[in-house]
Antibody, heavy 122, light 108 residues
Framework: QVLLLESGGGVVQPGKSLSLSCAASGFTFSTYGMHWVRQTPGKGLDWVAVISSDGNNKYYADSVKGRFTISRDNSKNTVHLQMNSLRAEDSAIYYC???????????????WGQGTSVTVSS | EIVLRQSPASLSLSPGERATLSCRASQSVASYLAWYQQKPGQAPRLLIYDASNRATGIPARFSGSGSGTEFTLTISSLEPEDSAVYYCQQRRNWPRLTFGGGTKVEIK
């Protein structure tokens, strides 16, 4: 069974940092790109970042570029999102999601985790 | 950035009825459009990719059509479990992936 399990969410003050993790199982993790997508409660979905299967290529939404860093550890089947200089508008549920294509990019996500909640508030 | 606008914002239909959801792109996305279903308290689920291809395990009552800037998700005969919010997403402007604002489908 293909599973993604996020962790690391919580409440943090503006300007502080938080690190999210996503543990993957049930598929050959090292061959798939991985995304982070966030959702503000009651609102829509916003793509945040993506990392290639080998970790060498990373892309970010303009809203998080320079503040967030995506990384992965293929030996541990995990993907991470380091979030620095957090703002109130970063408050959301953060989902990790698997890219649909192996050994390349597709740009749609066919497996999603259940999400982890991040609240940025003083 | 490619903006996706979905309509209607919500619709309420009875079981067995046909649902037609629209997604309009601010510029052509060719056929690089996906649809997702999100039920309350759950993560999104991929329904359709590349405009008209059903994802693995998706029932045949879900179908997608369109190209360029106009797309449609059709649910041919609504089931009670189809109550959800449906989102479109484009991958034409990789890596600047964007989602539409969603259409909420309520089953009467």
């Amino acid at each position: 069974q293909v599973l993604l399990l996020e962790s690391g969410g919580g409440v943090v003050q503006p300007g502080k940092s938080l690190s999210l993790s996503c543990a993957a199982s049930g598929f050959t993790f090292s061959t798939y790109g991985m995304h982070w997508v966030r959702q503000t409660p009651g609102k829509g979905l916003d793509w945040v970042a993506v990392i290639s299967s080998d970790g060498n290529n990373k892309y970010y939404a303009d809203s998080v570029k320079g503040r967030f860093t995506i990384s992965r550890d293929n030996s541990k089947n995990t993907v991470h999102l380091q979030m620095n200089s957090l703002r109130a508008e970063d408050s959301a549920i953060y989902y990790c999601a698997k890219d649909k294509r192996s050994n390349g990019w597709f740009g749609s996500m066919d497996v999603w985790g259940q999400g982890t909640s991040v609240t940025v508030s003083s | 950035e490619i903006v996706l606008r979905q309509s209607p914002a919500s619709l309420s239909l009875s079981p067995g009825e046909r649902a037609t959801l629209s997604c309009r792109a601010s510029q052509s996305v060719a056929s690089y459009l996906a649809w997702y279903q999100q039920k309350p308290g759950q993560a999104p689920r991929l329904l359709i990719y590349d405009a008209s291809n059903r994802a693995t395990g998706i029932p045949a009552r879900f179908s997608g059509s369109g190209s360029g800037t106009e797309f449609t998700l059709t649910i041919s005969s609504l089931e009670p479990e189809d109550s959800a919010v449906y989102y479109c997403q484009q991958r034409r402007n990789w890596p600047r992936l964007t989602f539409g604002g969603g259409t909420k489908v309520e089953i009467k």
